[in-house]
Each structure stands twice: as C-alpha cells, then as structure tokens.
C-alpha cells in the first residue's frame, strides 16, 4: 500500500478537528494539527508596556512572544509590526493552523475533497 502526505491550512483548530475526525473515519494513518508562526516562541504573557520590559515592538503589535533579542529585532521590521500592513493572526491568508495527514493512496482524493469542502487550503 502506498501512502499519500497531505498539507492543509485552516482559518481555526476547531475547523481543522471537524476534518480530523472526517479523516479519521477514513483509517488515516498519521494525524496531527498544529499552530504556527513566523515569530520564535510561544504563548503570550500580558504586561503593562509603560512599566513593564517589552521585548520587541511585534510583542505589542502583533501578540508576539519574542525569546531573544535578535528574533525581536527581526519581527520588529516586518511591515505588519507598524501597523500599516494587517496580515492577521495568520499572515495574509489567517490561515495559521496547519493539519498534516498520511493517508492511503486509495482514499487520497477522497480526503482531499473532504478538506476543500470544509475550507481547508491545500
């Protein structure tokens, strides 16, 4: 039997779960849905700006969790750190939820649909 990958991005992970268990009726045989991010890090932990130590103009702007200097640095030049470019959560598309699937050839197609449907972008 042949194994297919398949890489989809949604908007939300209650989305993304809504097409794992549609996936999962299909025998999938690996799973997994995830969040990512341009920006190191993880989590956000609110502070007061004017009293607190804030790591870099993206943790503001952008809810960003900066871990070092040198990421901070870095995210602070993306244009959507200003707040003249609005890219969401997710960049551009929003779309910031990640599903990756392994499943059988014979139900590729079939799994396909079942994202594109649900509004997953492959």
């Known amino acids: 039997m042949a194994e297919k990958n398949i890489l989809a991005y949604f908007k939300s992970p209650e989305e993304a779960e809504g097409v794992a268990r549609k996936l999962n009726a ?5 799973l997994s849905i995830n969040r990512f991010s341009r920006y190191p890090g993880e989590g956000y932990d609110p502070f007061n700006p004017i009293t607190g130590k804030v790591s870099s103009l993206s943790a503001i702007t952008q809810d ?3 871990t070092n200097q040198s ?3 870095l995210s602070a030049a ?7 470019s609005h890219g969401g959560q997710g960049g551009p598309t929003g779309r910031d939820i990640l599903l990756t699937a392994v499943v ?3 139900v590729h ?3 396909l649909r079942i994202i594109e449907e649900a509004g997953g972008q492959i």
């Open 104 to 106: 059988d050839e014979s």
């Open 71 to 73: 990421a901070g640095i």
């Open 26 to 30: 299909l025998r999938v045989i690996d």
């Open 64 to 66: 960003a969790a900066i």
């Open 78 to 84: 993306d244009p959507a750190a200003s707040g003249l």
């Open 109 to 111: 197609h079939q799994a």
